[in-house]
């Protein structure tokens, strides 16, 4: 199992390149937050605040992401490979490039978003 963050508050965090593999960041606060290159994957994010979080290249395969915030969200060549996303806030989102095959996108809000 990874590491327990529920609930952390991680707001405009620089976590370039960090391994977050299975964490738990459920209601996780990481509005801003510097995730580029980042290993999410496996990771618990459900809940979690993401509003501006830049995720260029992080692979976040077979994530939990529902009901999680990523409002204005940089997800530019993101590996999101079986990442699940049910109604997920994804409203001006960047998810050109984003790898998206087998997510699970029911009931996410995809306004304004670019891509893939």
Do not use: M
Request: hydrophobic letters at 45%.
């Amino acid at each position: 199992a990874g590491a327990d963050l529920r609930s952390a508050n991680l707001q405009r965090a620089n976590l370039q390149g960090a391994t977050l593999t299975e964490a738990d960041l459920t209601g996780a606060n990481l509005a801003e937050a510097n995730l580029q290159q980042s290993n999410g994957s496996l990771a618990n994010l459900q809940q979690t605040n993401l509003t501006g979080a830049r995720l260029q290249r992080a692979n976040l395969s077979g994530v939990q992401l529902t009901k999680a915030t990523l409002r204005r969200a940089d997800l530019k060549q993101a590996s999101l490979l079986f990442a699940d996303l049910q109604d997920a806030t994804l409203i001006q989102a960047d998810l050109r490039q984003a790898e998206l095959h087998g997510a699970n996108l029911l009931g996410a809000d995809l306004t304004n978003a670019a891509g893939p």
